[in-house]
């Protein structure tokens, strides 16, 4: 175990001032500060939870969601944040809550605090319900914002707030997308010149992925290629991990994993279902799929019911798992804290497009015997594993472990 002492830790990066200290930002509205120990300092890197709308004591999946910073922040200072703010006036009524992306920055004096008077909102997405916020942050080798939104919430991508054809299939809304933003120019932002539909004629211009029902985390990989990776939650059956393209339309609300979806029984998948989508662009598929617990009742080969994307090992210290995706499953049960590890590896050859899955074998301790949130990754490329004692958002029964050799 590396720190303790958080209540639902979602995001842990290197703070990037040359100290070797950590960030890590709990779900709950509090960034902490740690030392290259685990020793977290008194004071926090910011607290937020003023700015959030009102989370459940209980399970919730609104927050403080993302965290990023600017790849030139030793010189300008800015930090990025996704979190479930309050729903704005202009929002219908009936929904539940808006979901804000925002800039801020560091005290001049001090890095290791942000001054909160520095809040710069980017962008702003009205939820219908409390779930599928995703709301995960990353900034990619070409320097630009990546924000993970889900589908809007429920069922089926279905329901208030969504579209007739699903909110993951319909170009016209930021739900059931990865968008991708230039942070430097622009007011708020400038829409890079290559994005899908940068023109907004076919789409709104921030999307650069679509067909997404919920990633919860996404990563890219620091080495090789910097592909984007993303973890989607599924709804019944099928887990899913993606590598995200330009353009890519990932299938969501009309397959599941490899699999069709069945909204009017989901438990049932269609035997036929259409492989394009509204514009005639093939439906991607998924890197590896694995069965969901909840739809595959003593299944052998369902190993939990919510995945949690991580990183590809780019480390030292654990030299067999380099370039393995290292991964994981929220838990095996919803009320109880059983969450699995996993590694996943590339194929051998260009020709094969699915990955192969194995569990990831700990050996103190031999199982990490709570729900498993996210996972963070070092400047060193080290990865550690974020996790919640409980299926709620109070006590402080969260801790971060870090990969290490025994």
Same mark, same amino acid.
């Given at each position: 175990m590396?720190a303790?002492?958080?209540?639902?830790?979602?995001?842990?990066?290197?703070?990037?001032?040359?100290?070797g200290?950590l960030?890590?930002a709990?779900?709950?509205?509090?960034i902490?500060?740690?030392?290259?120990?685990g020793?977290k300092?008194?004071?926090?890197?910011f607290d937020?939870?003023?700015?959030?709308?009102?989370?459940?004591?209980?399970?919730?999946?609104r927050?403080?969601?993302?965290?990023a910073?600017?790849?030139?922040?030793k010189?300008?200072?800015?930090?990025?944040?996704?979190?479930?703010?309050?729903?704005?006036?202009?929002?219908?009524?009936?929904?539940?809550?808006?979901?804000?992306?925002?800039?801020?920055?560091?005290?001049?004096?001090?890095r290791?605090?942000?001054d909160?008077?520095s809040?710069?909102?980017?962008?702003?997405?009205?939820?219908?319900?409390?779930?599928?916020?995703?709301?995960?942050?990353?900034?990619g080798?070409?320097?630009?914002?990546?924000?993970?939104?889900?589908?809007?919430?429920?069922?089926?991508?279905?329901?208030?707030?969504?579209?007739?054809?699903?909110?993951?299939?319909?170009?016209?809304?930021?739900?059931?997308?990865i968008?991708?933003?230039?942070?430097?120019?622009?007011?708020?932002?400038?829409?890079?010149s290559?994005?899908?539909?940068?023109?907004?004629?076919?789409g709104?211009?921030?999307?650069?992925?679509?067909?997404?029902?919920?990633a919860?985390?996404?990563?890219?990989?620091?080495g090789?290629s910097?592909?984007? !990776?993303a973890?989607?939650v #599924? $709804?019944?059956?099928?887990? @899913?991990l993606? =590598?995200i393209?330009k *353009?890519? %339309?990932?299938?969501?609300?009309i397959?599941e994993?490899?699999?069709?979806?069945?909204?009017q029984e989901?438990?049932?998948?269609?035997?036929?279902?259409?492989?394009?989508?509204?514009?005639?662009?093939?439906?991607?598929?998924p890197?590896?799929?694995y069965?969901?617990?909840?739809?595959?009742?003593k299944?052998?080969?369902?190993l939990?019911?919510?995945?949690?994307?991580?990183?590809?090992?780019?480390?030292k210290a654990?030299?067999?798992?380099?370039?393995?995706?290292?991964?994981?499953?929220w838990?095996?049960n919803?009320?109880?804290?059983?969450?699995?590890?996993?590694?996943?590896?590339?194929?051998?050859?260009?020709?094969?497009?699915k990955?192969?899955?194995?569990?990831?074998?700990?050996?103190?301790?031999?199982?990490?015997?709570? !729900?498993v949130?996210?996972? #963070? $990754?070092?400047?060193?490329? @080290?990865i550690? =594993?974020?996790t919640? *004692?409980? %299926?709620g958002l109070?006590?402080?029964?969260g801790?971060?472990?870090?990969?290490?050799?025994?």
């Amino acid at each position: 175990m590396f720190a303790e002492g958080f209540t639902s830790p979602t995001t842990l990066l290197p703070l990037e001032d040359g100290s070797g200290r950590l960030l890590v930002a709990d779900q709950v509205g509090v960034i902490s500060v740690l030392t290259k120990e685990g020793a977290k300092a008194e004071q926090p890197f910011f607290d937020v939870r003023s700015r959030l709308t009102k989370l459940n004591e209980g399970f919730d999946e609104r927050g403080l969601l993302g965290l990023a910073l600017h790849p030139h922040f030793k010189e300008n200072r800015k930090v990025y944040l996704t979190y479930s703010a309050p729903l704005r006036k202009e929002a219908p009524a009936d929904w539940d809550n808006t979901l804000r992306l925002s800039e801020f920055k560091v005290m001049e004096n001090n890095r290791a605090s942000v001054d909160p008077a520095s809040e710069r909102v980017l962008i702003e997405i009205d939820k219908p319900w409390f779930n599928h916020n995703a709301g995960c942050i990353a900034f990619g080798p070409d320097g630009f914002l990546y924000l993970s939104v889900g589908d809007g919430g429920n069922a089926n991508d279905e329901g208030r707030g969504h579209s007739p054809q699903g909110n993951g299939q319909d170009t016209t809304t930021l739900l059931g997308k990865i968008l991708r933003i230039d942070v430097d120019k622009g007011s708020p932002y400038a829409i890079p010149s290559d994005n899908p539909f940068a023109d907004g004629k076919k789409g709104r211009p921030e999307i650069f992925a679509y067909g997404i029902r919920n990633a919860w985390r996404i990563s890219f990989d620091r080495g090789g290629s910097h592909e984007l !990776f993303a973890g989607d939650v #599924g $709804q019944t059956m099928y887990e @899913e991990l993606d =590598i995200i393209v330009k *353009g890519g %339309n990932y299938g969501w609300n009309i397959r599941e994993g490899f699999h069709c979806f069945n909204r009017q029984e989901p438990l049932r998948p269609l035997e036929d279902c259409p492989k394009v989508g509204a514009a005639g662009e093939p439906l991607l598929d998924p890197v590896l799929e694995y069965k969901n617990i909840n739809g595959h009742r003593k299944d052998p080969e369902a190993l939990g019911i919510s995945i949690t994307g991580g990183y590809v090992y780019r480390g030292k210290a654990l030299p067999q798992l380099a370039g393995k995706y290292v991964f994981g499953d929220w838990s095996r049960n919803f009320a109880l804290p059983d969450g699995v590890l996993f590694l996943a590896t590339r194929p051998g050859s260009a020709s094969e497009k699915k990955w192969t899955m194995e569990p990831l074998e700990l050996v103190s301790p031999k199982k990490i015997g709570a !729900f498993v949130v996210a996972f #963070g $990754q070092d400047a060193e490329g @080290e990865i550690y =594993i974020l996790t919640n *004692g409980r %299926n709620g958002l109070t006590g402080n029964t969260g801790k971060v472990y870090q990969l290490a050799p025994m």
